[in-house]
């Protein structure tokens, strides 16, 4: 219980402003609010700066002032006197949770969870009190003074800054720069002993010092390498932001235009920077955010999962090597569990399969919790792409199906291999179901995973197919040789060398699959399931299929789960349609 | 190197509820490595080990590791089928997780083969400090499942070389005696099946050579 708790306050998500896209927020983009004296969710820095006068009081760091005339329409008290939820009455039933204790308000922690990117909004306390919070745009840049260190609250800045607290620790997570490991210090839980370790472009702990003389050796090339590839993004981060356009407005106009440039830009890599915008966009998850407010707040805060022990479980075996995710109950791991937890609840079918953790830790990296929560909905729903839901339906369906496909792909493209697999014995779910699951981002480098998503949200679960079918082609020769000890080994431990984005990803491009992997799904239901719309898992089944049904397949999961998963949220017990 | 060879090849599986550490085990056993951050698994991963049983005799074990959310069992029976043996693993400061061991005890004699030999190891002894681990229950039950019981950390490498030792031991011996009791069973059926022409009484062919052995 204490757990849970602890997992829910706080909060999550994002300095993204540092990313660049804060200004997409889903509240943004959203009529302005009702309220007489402006928007909620415009900073009003004249009273941000009396707020922050009262924070520097100490035994009174928030009084609350009433800073918004207009008393939110039915806001009620939850969870005995700690936490309120207020609703705006702005018509976008947003809630917001807060953490009162002896009338002084110690956290927000919906807000700072929910509101990734908007720059203020208004909490109601108690009967008589609201407050506004801001979150500058500059937040990023704000540090913790001593008193922060020392378990104060912070006194200078504004008032969002105390309230954001975790928040700024994790702004300064968040933009994956080179100068991290140089800041590190300033998020860190004050009581945890300072990491010394170093941490890669993308925020993983490197190699411990056992395996520091080989990584010496290329270190320079590395480096160099890095380099290149930096400047390479910048110019294309050009070509990108006029694609995209202020807003994401010139996305979708771009994509019916010129689709094959989209295209062929994807799979060249996204900029870093914009991925995570550009993730949402290219598997229809912006519309989803867009087109459920309040939802996600909904299953976070409100509903309970039969998962939540589960998840717990895994949550700190989820990239553990990355920073964000490596402090316990850290911001990391709470936007982990929230973005799970919340995900059990709405697809109770579902509920939580390991494996999902990696999809979400992976998103969690690129955007906040609520856009991470409703990328996976996207993924696992089929918003765009053929649903992944069956992937961790009871019987792993799916795991199944792509298996036989990729078992038969292996022996047509490859017979010599595909027969000395089977002389040994090797299964195709020895090495590759990792590869499904969690489309590459388990186990494989980070810059090949990241590269790998950029065209799986784009081109759906036919790249994880080539990207195998290519490292099979690529270490053919070698595999052959090898007994079975070997190849279990190997098939798991490929080379380096093999897994730069590059070289192997134009290789993955060159072998063609979709026609043959329509053929061979359709083979695989008759073998399996012959009455593919008798029974209820194939229905996923058959949705998962082709090209014919994806229009469909696009206003079902929109207006048909999407809403049945808000309706689901408001009355618990309905176990779904 | 050993020079002798391996008097017999023996497929082990780990088997248990998420996160009791299972992975932990197994790479401290076969690699004397641990690592506090261990990622969840996903899939089933494979490690062998030359394990000496007495003086002369050494086996090979091949271990198969695998994934412990229930969810994945469906990907599971290739690993277990066929196994000599398997470790079932629970954790000492979770008392759901033995549950899971026995939930496992009655998957295997559903689904493994009636030889195969089990060993319960309770892990993670060196996080139980505030009392002493009253683990009576558990010992019990795997007394009366004819399994073995242990104690282990792979934190502070304890226990964890008797029990593999322990199911070494006991599924070399438990393979022979199945390997002579088929032998037996070939002898007394075939004239039996000569007289009365029952032709679908024929013995099962020896089973297949399993997976990695």
């Not at chain 1, 915008?277 to 999962?305: A, C, H, I, K, M």
Request: net charge positive; proline share 5%; charged share 25%.
């Amino acid at each position: 219980m204490e757990e849970r708790r602890e997992s829910h306050a706080g909060s999550s998500t994002s300095g993204k402003a540092g990313l660049g896209f804060g200004h997409f927020s889903s509240r943004h983009n959203h009529a302005p609010s009702t309220s007489p004296s402006g928007s909620p969710y415009r900073p009003v820095p004249g009273q941000a700066r009396r707020f922050a006068k009262n924070s520097s009081r100490k035994e009174s760091p928030f009084t609350g002032e009433l800073v918004d005339g207009v008393p939110p329409a039915g806001w009620k008290e939850r969870i005995g006197d700690r936490v309120y939820e207020a609703n705006f009455g702005n018509g976008l039933n947003e809630t917001k949770s807060v953490t009162v204790e002896n009338g002084h308000l110690v956290r927000v922690s919906s807000t700072s969870r929910v509101m990734v990117s908007s720059t203020s909004s208004t909490v109601r306390i108690d009967q008589t009190t609201l407050v506004q919070l801001n979150r500058r745009p500059g937040l990023a840049d704000e540090r913790f003074s001593e008193d922060e260190e020392q378990g104060g609250r912070l006194q200078n800045g504004s008032a969002s800054q105390a309230t954001f607290a975790p928040l700024a620790e994790l702004s300064e997570l968040v933009p994956r720069s080179q100068s991290l490991p140089v800041e590190r210090s300033k998020w860190e839980d004050p009581g945890s002993p300072p990491l010394r370790q170093p941490l890669d472009r993308f925020g993983f702990f490197t190699p411990p010092a056992s395996e520091q003389v080989e990584a010496a050796t290329d270190g320079k090339k590395v480096e160099k390498k890095e380099k290149t590839e930096r400047e390479r993004d910048e110019r294309r981060l050009r070509k990108w932001r006029k694609m995209i356009g202020a807003g994401g407005m010139e996305w979708k106009h771009y994509c019916k235009k010129k689709p094959l440039v989209v295209k062929r830009r994807i799979r060249k890599g996204i900029p870093d920077c914009l991925r995570g915008l550009v993730w949402q966009l290219v598997s229809g998850s912006r519309d989803l955010l867009l087109q459920n407010p309040g939802v996600y707040e909904q299953l976070v805060f409100y509903e309970t999962s039969l998962s939540e022990l589960d998840i717990i479980r895994d949550i700190s075996r989820t990239f553990p090597s990355h920073v964000f995710y490596s402090q316990r109950h850290g911001p990391g791991q709470r936007s982990l569990y929230n973005v799970l937890k919340a995900y059990s609840v709405y697809d109770k079918e579902v509920g939580y399969v390991q494996g999902m953790g990696f999809l979400a830790g992976l998103l969690l990296l690129y955007m906040g919790e609520e856009d991470a929560f409703w990328l996976l909905v996207a993924l696992l729903k089929g918003a765009v792409h053929a649903p992944m839901e069956g992937l961790f339906l009871v019987g792993l369906p799916l795991v199944q199906q792509y298996l036989f496909q990729f078992e038969r792909l292996v022996q047509e493209l490859f017979p010599r291999l595909g027969a000395h697999f089977e002389e040994e014995c090797i299964n195709p779910s020895m090495y590759a179901s990792q590869w499904f699951i969690t489309v590459f981002s388990y186990s494989f480098p980070f810059s090949l995973a990241l590269r790998i998503w950029d065209v799986f949200l784009s081109e759906g679960m036919k790249v994880v197919f080539r990207v195998g079918l290519a490292l099979l082609k690529q270490c053919h020769d070698d595999l052959l040789k090898m007994p079975f000890e070997k190849l279990v080994h190997a098939l798991r431990n490929f080379p380096d060398e093999l897994l730069d984005p590059d070289t192997l990803l134009p290789i993955a491009y060159s072998i063609k699959v979709s026609a043959r992997l329509a053929q061979l799904k359709e083979e695989y239901d008759k073998l399996h399931n012959p009455q593919s719309s008798a029974l209820p898992e194939p229905v996923n089944e058959s949705r998962a299929t082709g090209n014919s049904t994806r229009d469909l397949v696009r206003r079902d999961s929109k207006d048909g789960s999407i809403k049945s998963g808000s309706n689901r949220s408001k009355s618990s017990d309905s176990l779904g349609e | 190197m050993r020079a002798a060879s391996p008097a017999a090849n023996l497929k082990v599986v780990l088997l248990g509820e998420g996160r009791v550490g299972k992975t932990s085990l197994l790479l401290r056993f076969a690699k004397d490595e641990f690592s506090d951050t261990q990622q969840a698994t996903i899939q089933a991963s494979f490690l062998s080990k030359k394990v000496l049983v007495d003086a002369e005799t050494s086996v090979a074990l091949s271990i198969w590791d695998t994934a412990g959310q229930e969810r994945f069992h469906s990907l599971g029976p290739i690993y277990y089928r066929d196994a000599d043996a398997a470790l079932l693993v629970y954790d000492v400061t979770d008392k759901d997780s033995f549950d899971r061991v026995k939930s496992w005890v009655k998957e295997l004699k559903k689904m493994a083969g009636r030889n195969i030999v089990l060993a319960i190891a309770g892990n993670k002894i060196d996080l139980d400090r505030q009392e002493e681990l009253d683990l009576t229950e558990q010992t019990e039950y795997a007394e009366s499942i004819g399994a073995s019981h242990f104690t282990t950390s792979a934190k502070l490498n304890k226990g964890i070389d008797a029990v593999f030792q322990d199911l070494a031991k006991r599924a070399l011996v438990s393979k022979r005696r199945a390997a002579a009791a088929a032998e037996a069973v070939e002898s007394t059926l075939v004239p039996r099946r000569q007289g009365t022409l029952i032709i679908d009484e024929r013995p099962k062919a020896p089973p297949k050579r399993s997976c990695c052995s």
